[in-house]
């Protein structure tokens, strides 16, 4: 269509042009008076025409320069690229509406595909507590009863046979840990509470005075804060099972001989995140388990070297995402480790 319009216009100035070529033309072919007195008639009569041929010149000239045709040309030019000018804006507008249109569709679709991951994971986590839930009973149950017929059978059963039942008991036990640790785990979400106003200072005097203190007491350690500790806006109890899992394990993952040092220190962030880091001096952790030890049930140590089910790191991952935070771990064998997480900064009229 633009082509068209455009081919109109430049066959009309084409016209326009040949035209004003032709009758300049005309003016060149004027006859030169020729000597004879037989042509003169002949001339006279041509003369005539030439002077017909002139004053057809003169008029087209004349209705060229008229005001209303250089109007009409001027307007017919303006009509053309007006034309041109909507008909691509159409197009455009056609375009973006048909992007548009794309965007809204995928939106649509990613709107869906979240919620159906908000619905499994819900699914998940509801089985999770049920199934910890439901079956810690069973296996109290059966822990308690294997261990009160393990003490009846003590002189009865051989050896080989005392030992097979220990380890039976021992699994028993050790399951029985790890759906508890399953069932804190899914209770963070099914038993959460509001975000509020929390000091993680009275957190960490609160640990070293209750939670902590015997753990303090036997390996001699210390956890020092060089400076007041910015608040957080988060799950208080939240916060206090996260500082407990990850200064616990400072001062579990302690070296041979040397004295658990713990420093928390908390940094503001642009993003109006509080990040905190818990520093210690123990046996660090080799780089390429970095990842590996917050997952579930993850652990680096046998049960025989150091107690635990592995859930720790976990719990304090989940809590973290749960409040928008990351957390994260630097370190290498023999020199300490640094926990790091953040947390949304309280703010003062909070
Ligand atoms: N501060 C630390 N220094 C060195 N290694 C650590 C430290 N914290 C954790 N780890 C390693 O990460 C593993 C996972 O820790 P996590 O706290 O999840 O489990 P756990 O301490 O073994 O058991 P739980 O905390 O459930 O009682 C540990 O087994 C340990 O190997
Ligand atoms: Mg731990």
Redesign the pocket.
């Known amino acids: 269509m633009r082509l068209l319009i455009i081919s109109q216009v430049l066959l009309l100035s084409l016209v326009v042009s040949g035209r004003s070529t032709e009758s300049s033309c005309m003016n060149m072919n004027t006859p030169s008076r020729p000597a004879g007195a037989v042509e003169d008639q002949l001339f006279s009569e041509k003369e005539e025409a030439v002077d017909s041929d002139h004053k057809q010149t003169d008029d087209a000239r004349a209705f060229y320069s008229q005001p209303l045709f250089v109007f009409s040309v001027v307007g017919v030019l303006i009509i053309a690229f007006v034309t041109v000018f909507f008909q691509s804006y159409r197009e455009l507008e056609d375009k973006v509406a048909e992007r548009t249109r794309e965007l809204d569709r995928t939106q649509r679709e990613l709107e869906e595909t979240n919620r159906r991951l908000r619905a499994s994971n819900e699914e998940l986590e509801a089985f999770a507590y049920v199934a910890s839930h439901d079956l810690r009973e069973p296996m109290r149950k059966i822990s308690a009863f294997g261990q009160l017929l393990q003490d009846s059978l003590k002189n009865k059963l051989n050896e080989d046979e005392q030992e097979n039942f220990a380890f039976m008991i021992s699994g028993a036990i050790r399951m029985q840990q790890m759906i508890d640790?399953l069932l804190k785990y899914s209770r963070l979400t099914t038993r959460a509470n509001p975000a509020e106003r929390t000091d993680l200072n009275v957190v960490i005097k609160d640990l070293g005075d209750f939670e902590l203190a015997v753990q303090l007491e036997e390996t001699g350690g210390t956890v020092r804060v060089p400076e007041p500790l910015q608040s957080v806006h988060a799950d208080r109890s939240q916060v206090h099972q996260l500082l407990q899992?990850?200064i616990?394990?400072?001062l579990?993952?302690h070296r041979k001989g040397v004295r658990p040092e713990i420093v928390v220190t908390s940094t503001p962030q642009p993003d109006r995140m509080i990040r905190v880091e818990v520093r210690?001096n123990?046996?660090?952790?080799d780089e390429k388990?970095l990842d590996r030890?917050?997952g579930m049930f993850?652990?680096?140590?046998s049960r025989a070297e150091?107690?635990?089910?592995?859930?720790?790191?976990?719990v304090?991952k989940k809590i973290v995402m749960r409040h928008g935070g990351a957390i994260s771990v630097e370190?290498a064998p023999d020199q300490?480790?640094i926990?790091w997480f953040t947390l949304p900064a309280a703010s003062e009229d909070r």
Do not use: P
């Open positions: 640790d899992n990850l616990g394990n400072a579990k993952y210690d123990g046996i660090g952790i388990d030890i917050f993850q652990r680096l140590h150091c107690g635990g089910t592995g859930i720790g790191l976990a304090c370190s300490g480790a926990f």
